[in-house]
Structure formats: structure tokens, C-alpha cells
């Protein structure tokens, strides 16, 4: 598997409180996602990053911010959580290797369950 | 936008039984992936597809990319206990490097 760690693995916590998640990454790649799975949702994205302090939106991304001040570490924070956040969290990485090698896939983290009450 | 359709959401088959998941994009795209995901687990990346018409085994596993480069398949054959999980595919359209995931297929084997 690829260096890709999630901190924390599970956390619960109440409506309106800040929470912020942590991917951290040993591989060096550019590319880093935040997505959340839901069941009959699949795998939604929340914001994406493709280099330091270069971020972007996704899909489902109000109520969400991310940063990301080192190539290595990539944080989604929840200003003020919801329980319609409460979801698991997948960290995702990619070199954007597509124009080298032509492919381009994804390494995943192990998830964070949140749970918001 | 562009939307990646995935059918069905559930499979259940009985084990040595054959199972197909489809993808269908709104949008021509240039490459489609896809995933599995374990129970419990996270997705795990399996092969990525890029040509028109492409074809390819993984095993037990065949992989298609439409003629029209907007739908795809995964179809596997005599399915394994070991096969239960979650199937994701996976589009990228234009320049784009952002995928579009499909919302995955379930699938449940019954010894």
C-alpha cells in the first residue's frame, strides 16, 4: 500500500464543534483528495489539492475548507460540524502520472469515521 | 456536469455464478478506472482503460471500454467469496485529471 495515513481513524463529536482531519503522505505526489462515502453515494469529492497551497473545489464542498501548506500534509476541516457530516472520509493521492506513464490512479487512505451527534 | 452512472447498486449471486457492472458517462471520456473496495476497506485501485473498444483480463476479471469511449464494464466469471466487496469505476472527460466516480456496485456472494 502506499504511504497515505489518515489521523484520526474514528472520532465523535457534537453539532456545531470545529473538526479538522489529517492526511499525510510519504510518497510525494501532487496530487492529494478528500472525499466522503455515504452509502448509495459512493465516493463524492469533497476538495482536491494539486500542489502546496494550490486547492480546489469539488462536488460536495460547502461546509468543508481544506489546506495545505507542505506536499506531504493535506487537512479538511469542518468549521462548524453537522450531522449531515457524519460519513466516512477517504484521503486520496496521484502522482498525475497520466502524462508520463499514461495512468493516473489513486491511492487511498484507510478512512476516518466521523460521527457528529 | 459530468455524471457517472453505475448499475446495479446491489448484486447478490450465488457463488461460481458470473456477475457484470455497468458504467455509462454523459460525456465522452478519455479514460475510465476502476476500484474495488473491501468491506470495511478502502478503494484499491484495479486497471484503468483507455482506447476505444479496449479489452482486458485481470483473471477472472474482464474489463471493456465502449466503442463510443462513454460506457464501460467489469463482468467476472464464476465469482469467489474472495470477490465480495464494492466496484467503483472511475472517469476522466477532456483535460480534466479529476475523476468522476461512479456511485459503485455491491456485490454479494452466497457460498
Known amino acids: 500500500d502506499a504511504g497515505i495515513t489518515q489521523s484520526p481513524r474514528h472520532k465523535v463529536t457534537e453539532t456545531g464543534t470545529p473538526v479538522t482531519l489529517r492526511c499525510h503522505q510519504t510518497e510525494n505526489h501532487r496530487y492529494m483528495y478528500w472525499y466522503r462515502q455515504d452509502p448509495g453515494h459512493g465516493l463524492r469529492l469533497i476538495h482536491y489539492?494539486?500542489?502546496?497551497?494550490?486547492?480546489d473545489k469539488g462536488e460536495v464542498s460547502d461546509g468543508y475548507s481544506v489546506s495545505r501548506s507542505k506536499t506531504e500534509d493535506f487537512l479538511l476541516t469542518l468549521e462548524s460540524a453537522t450531522s449531515s457530516q457524519t460519513s466516512v472520509y477517504f484521503c486520496?493521492?496521484?502522482?498525475?502520472?497520466?502524462?508520463?506513464?499514461?495512468?493516473?490512479?489513486?491511492?487511498f487512505g484507510p478512512g476516518t469515521r466521523l460521527t457528529v451527534l | 456536469g459530468q455524471q457517472v452512472m453505475q448499475i446495479p447498486q446491489y448484486q447478490h449471486v450465488q457463488e461460481g455464478e458470473d456477475f457484470t457492472t455497468y458504467c455509462n458517462s454523459s460525456t465522452t471520456l478519455s479514460n475510465i478506472q476502476w476500484y474495488k473496495q473491501r468491506p470495511g476497506g478502502h478503494p484499491v485501485f484495479l486497471i484503468q482503460?483507455?482506447?476505444?473498444?479496449e479489452v482486458k483480463k485481470q483473471k477472472r476479471l474482464t474489463f471493456q471500454f465502449g466503442e463510443a469511449k462513454k460506457n464501460s464494464s467489469l463482468h467476472i466469471t464464476a465469482t469467489q467469496t474472495t470477490d465480495v466487496g464494492t466496484y467503483f469505476c472511475?472517469?476522466?472527460?477532456?483535460?480534466?485529471?479529476?475523476?468522476?466516480f461512479g456511485r459503485g456496485t455491491s456485490l454479494i456472494v452466497h457460498p
Open positions: 482503460l483507455v482506447k476505444s473498444g
Open positions: 486520496a493521492i496521484s502522482d498525475g502520472g497520466v502524462l508520463v506513464r499514461g495512468i493516473d490512479e489513486q491511492f
Open positions: 489539492s494539486y500542489g502546496v497551497k494550490d486547492t
Open positions: 472511475a472517469g476522466r472527460s477532456g483535460g480534466s485529471y479529476i475523476p468522476t
